[in-house]
């Protein structure tokens, strides 16, 4: 008998981890905003960069000896941690503040606030901080901003603008960095393909 109610509580407290680790996540984010949004964005885009690679590694079959690149993890993880947690952060409290839900055709101003201000601009650091940690130099970040910002921001168009209108307008202000950090697991992994 006592195994059977062991396996009871085993599976019990397995389904309250998700409760707890939820719980202790609400907590930082109400007590430490901004340093909690960093360390998910860090999290989830070296996550995204490793998934990339695992990817690509099984794409090219012919060469499986390729070891994971670790600094690829890395660098998405400092970009994550020190721009898109608390870039995110501040500007979707700016934006909750500048337009705020009541304001007649929020929805669609906010929308094209993100889409066509903020998104040009975050791609731009994003190549900018790449080719920084990566250890190019300017007229490397010329060519790649000259090659791949005009399909990424296309692509970013497509991809993100349903998903940043669900994020500015449904989900709860403290919620929004993680959600986007969650679509931006795909984001990510497209981002990193264009890099090879």
Request: glycine residues 6%; proline residues 6%; aromatic residues 16%.
């Amino acid at each position: 008998m006592a195994p059977a109610a062991s396996k009871l509580r085993a599976e019990a407290d397995l389904g309250a981890f998700p409760r707890r680790a939820l719980a202790h996540y609400l907590r930082l984010l109400r007590l430490y905003p901004v340093l909690t949004k960093a360390a998910t964005s860090g999290f989830l885009s070296a996550l995204g960069n490793f998934l990339a690679q695992l990817i690509e590694k099984k794409q090219e079959k012919e060469n499986c000896s390729q070891k994971l690149d670790v600094r690829g993890p890395l660098r998405y993880a400092i970009y994550g941690f020190f721009f898109t947690g608390p870039l995110g952060h501040f500007f979707y409290l700016f934006m909750e503040h500048w337009i705020p839900p009541e304001a007649p055709l929020a929805g669609v101003t906010r929308l094209l606030l993100d889409r066509l201000l903020f998104a040009p601009a975050f791609l731009t650091l994003f190549f900018l901080i790449m080719n920084f940690l990566e250890g190019k130099d300017t007229a490397a970040f010329a060519a790649k901003m000259k090659r791949g910002f005009w399909p990424a921001l296309q692509m970013n168009w497509r991809v993100w603008t349903p998903v940043q209108f669900i994020n500015v307008n449904y989900i709860p202000l403290q919620f929004r960095v993680l959600f986007a950090n969650v679509a931006a697991l795909f984001w990510y992994t497209y981002l990193a393909s264009l890099g090879k």
